[in-house]
């Protein structure tokens, strides 16, 4: 059942780009420095610039918040609370990494966040593919990209155990 209002749908949307993008500055504030200290890192031939992670965390953040707001607006918390439950978890999980990472420099405990990231996005995944095809769609880049993100890390840490020990 979709809320009925097109201002609490409005609202729902705002709501949910608030939050995705207020987890993305948090990250982003553990990341102040992390253009020069990746740069600094020794990186497997495959690692993408540093200039394209903003670009695409800022569209997959727009994907995530448009997919949370698709099953919310289907019955809201009430009717979809495992999924969005899980969407909720992911994301937290999500605004830690750059702190374990970039600000923490700990490459095992990053690794660790980052597998556990990729579970609950299966699983937000899985939940929202019941409420809505579209949404579980608009996540599909998100679990690619932090597919790929995940092997950065394992390499990025095995490449320096001296700086992300």
Known sequence: MYLKSKQQQIFGLVFWLLLCF?????GA????????FYVELIQPAWAPPGWLFGPVWTVLYAMMAIAAWLVWRQGGFKENRVALTLFLLQLFINGLW???FFAWQMGAASLFNIVVLWGLIVATLWTFIRTSHWAAGLLVPYLLWVSFATAL????????PQILG
């Open 22 to 26: 207020g987890i993305s500055a948090i």
């Open 29 to 36: 504030m553990a990341s102040i420095q992390a253009r020069s």
């Open 153 to 160: 890390n394992y390499a990025m840490w095995q490449l320096n």
């Open 98 to 100: 750059s702190w374990l």
